[in-house]
Each structure stands twice: as structure tokens, then as C-alpha cells.
């Protein structure tokens, strides 16, 4: 079956540090990938997406790159701030067509990420 | 503003009592989704339903039952059936067209307390 692994967290930085958080899934055929992030009480939103490999998806300095070689779809970002702080999800949605597995999003286990000032 | 609500924002229920979450969205979204989240953990799929008038088990519908009568509801019961009900409850949804690479949409959640 389809699975999303995170790395352990919770990571904890300083403003303005590097951030790489990996994620790596098991998966038929060709999935699309996803980064949400979640705040604090609130639901996820989409942070970045890849449907192919090779893809590189980007949004408000974070970036993350389809790597079919090596399943991988690692979370990056130069310099991080404190309103970064939050719980950021790997997900992927299959590949193939109709089935049990129909728009459903698998989702890695979240890794809570905190910076401080 | 096109998007997703749910209500309540939170919510306290009793032993044994049934309850249900409402979620609607006004994007125009064929396919909609039920979530659990726990502390520690991923989302899990409750159930998903791609039309009005049809739906589908998830990976842990036992204990829950929905509904989809309109296109823009889709409203999740908990019953006394669920063992452990007490959790964060996140409403998606989605378009079916180019569904394999459409992001999901989220609601901003429900935290059901079972006291």
C-alpha cells in the first residue's frame, strides 16, 4: 500500500537558520506530492505541490523536489522566521486511476517545527 | 470568498450521545473528505464521497456515518458506537477533474471533548 514517511520530530531553530525536513513514501506508479502546513488550532493549507518527477515545487521560500530515484520529497527552506513555527505534513495522492484509492491523500505522521527569536 | 466552514469550532459531547459536525463549502468541490487527527499523528481518512448521494468507507469508518444529500454538505455523525471519539475532526474537499493532481482543501476543524 501507499505510505508517507517524516522525520522524527519536533525540530527546533534558531530565526534565520536552515530547514530541511525529509520525507520519503512507498507508492505505485507515479504519485503527485504534497507540503501542507498547520498552525496552531487551525486546519492544513497547501504549502507546495509536485505531480512529476523532477519537479521542483516552491512557496514563500520553502521548496521541495520530486526525487523518483529516490522517493523522496524533502522540505527545504535558506532562512526560516518564528511565524515558520508549525506542524508541516508530507502527503501523496496516487497515481492511478479509479479503485479504493480515488483522491484519497495518504499523509506522513506531521514534524513539528518551532523557531525561536 | 469561496472556501470551507465547519462548525462548531469545538464541541463537548457525553457518553453515549451521538453528534454531529457540519461542513459546507461553497467552491463548487465535487469530492469531499472526513479526517482524524490525534496528537502524534497523520491525518486518517473517515470517509470520502466523490457525488451527491454517494460515499465511501475510509480507513477507520467504524463509529462514524455521513451523509451527502447537496453538493455543498457533507456532515459526519458520531455515534456512542465509537470507542475514542475525543479528536481534532478536519473537513476537505476537493474538484474531480485532474483529480490525481489536485491539492485538497481544508476546513478549519472541529475538536470534539468527550467528557
Known amino acids: 500500500g501507499n505510505s508517507v514517511t517524516q522525520m522524527e520530530g519536533p525540530v527546533t531553530l534558531s530565526e534565520e537558520a536552515f530547514l530541511t525536513i525529509n520525507c520519503t513514501y512507498t507508492?505505485?506508479?507515479?504519485?503527485?506530492l504534497f507540503w501542507y502546513v498547520q498552525y496552531p488550532g487551525e486546519g492544513l493549507q497547501l504549502l507546495l505541490k509536485?505531480?512529476?518527477?523532477?519537479d521542483k515545487g516552491s512557496n514563500k521560500g520553502f521548496e521541495a523536489t520530486y526525487r523518483k530515484e529516490t522517493t523522496s520529497f524533502h522540505l527545504e527552506k535558506g532562512s526560516v522566521q518564528v511565524s515558520d513555527s508549525a506542524v508541516y505534513f508530507c502527503?501523496?495522492?496516487?497515481?492511478?486511476?479509479?479503485?479504493?484509492?480515488?483522491?484519497?491523500?495518504?499523509f506522513g505522521q506531521g514534524t513539528i517545527l518551532t523557531v525561536h527569536p | 470568498d469561496g472556501g470551507i466552514t465547519q462548525s462548531p469550532k469545538y464541541l463537548f459531547r457525553k457518553e453515549g450521545q451521538n453528534v454531529t459536525l457540519s461542513c459546507e463549502q461553497n467552491?463548487?468541490?465535487?469530492?469531499m473528505y472526513w479526517y482524524r487527527q490525534d496528537p502524534g499523528q497523520g491525518l486518517r481518512l473517515i470517509y470520502y464521497?466523490?457525488?451527491?448521494?454517494?460515499?465511501q468507507k475510509g480507513d477507520i469508518a467504524e463509529g462514524y456515518s455521513v451523509s451527502r444529500e447537496k453538493k455543498e454538505s457533507f456532515p459526519l455523525t458520531v455515534t456512542s458506537a465509537q470507542k475514542n471519539p475525543t479528536a481534532f475532526y478536519l473537513c476537505?474537499?476537493?474538484?474531480?477533474?485532474?483529480?490525481?493532481?489536485?491539492?485538497?482543501?481544508f476546513g478549519p476543524g472541529t475538536r470534539l471533548t468527550v467528557l
Open positions: 476537505a474537499s476537493s474538484p474531480l477533474l485532474d483529480w490525481a493532481y489536485n491539492e485538497q482543501f
Open positions: 507508492a505505485t506508479g507515479y504519485p503527485s
Open positions: 502527503a501523496l495522492k496516487p497515481g492511478d486511476a479509479g479503485g479504493t484509492s480515488y483522491g484519497k491523500l495518504t
Open positions: 467552491l463548487n468541490h465535487d469530492a
Open positions: 464521497s466523490q457525488i451527491v448521494n454517494d460515499f
Open positions: 509536485a505531480t512529476k518527477a523532477d
